[in-house]
């Protein structure tokens, strides 16, 4: 069914079918709930939501296993529900932070590990250069991040050369 067929259909719906419908859609999924709820309850409901995601990326990257597919999908996820650029960035810099942390605890890993790790980095970077005014908020946790990041496949090196191009006169400071 097409967007413009759904809106047809909808607006035949009387009220409770309507309210009955979105429960509906709430249960199905956790992400359902989590999206409704973050939009009923505007900015107050987001870090509800926030911590939910952190969450998710934390078991997709959890000591037992390693799922990249899934904590990636968590930003991507959560990007539908919030297009506040700080929240966003703080939950690619979570992701960032838990890959840093695998990386010291598990030693040399494989490169796509590395890749993934840095293509979220330099988002982070390209949303912070689209929204200066965060950058100061998140210049420390970019600079410890590659301070810690691991040596192997030149992945430091890459995480150096993508801080590089922040767009900040105090990069090199602190």
């Known amino acids: 069914m097409k967007n413009f067929e759904l809106k047809g259909k909808l607006r035949s719906l009387d009220n409770d079918e309507l309210y009955s419908l979105v429960l509906d859609l709430a249960k199905l999924r956790k992400e359902n709930s989590e999206w409704l709820q973050a939009k009923l309850k505007g900015e107050s409901g987001i870090n509800e939501t926030l911590e939910y995601y952190k969450k998710k990326i934390n078991e997709a990257l959890g ?28 939950l690619m810099i979570f992701y960032v ?18 890749a993934s790790i840095e293509s979220v980095f330099e988002n982070i970077v390209k949303m912070l250069n689209a929204n200066p005014q965060f950058i100061p908020v998140y210049r420390k946790r970019l600079m410890i991040i590659v301070d810690r990041s691991a ?22 400071d602190d």
């Open 63 to 90: 000591d037992d296993r390693i799922k990249l597919i899934e904590a990636k999908k968590a930003i991507s996820d959560f990007r539908k529900i919030s297009k506040n650029p700080a929240h966003i960035i703080e």
């Open 97 to 114: 932070e838990k890959g840093i942390d695998i990386e010291n605890e598990f030693g040399d890993l494989y490169e796509s590990f590395y």
């Open 151 to 172: 040596e192997g496949w030149g992945h430091r090196d890459c995480l150096t050369d993508i801080l590089q191009t922040l767009n900040d006169d105090k990069k090199h």
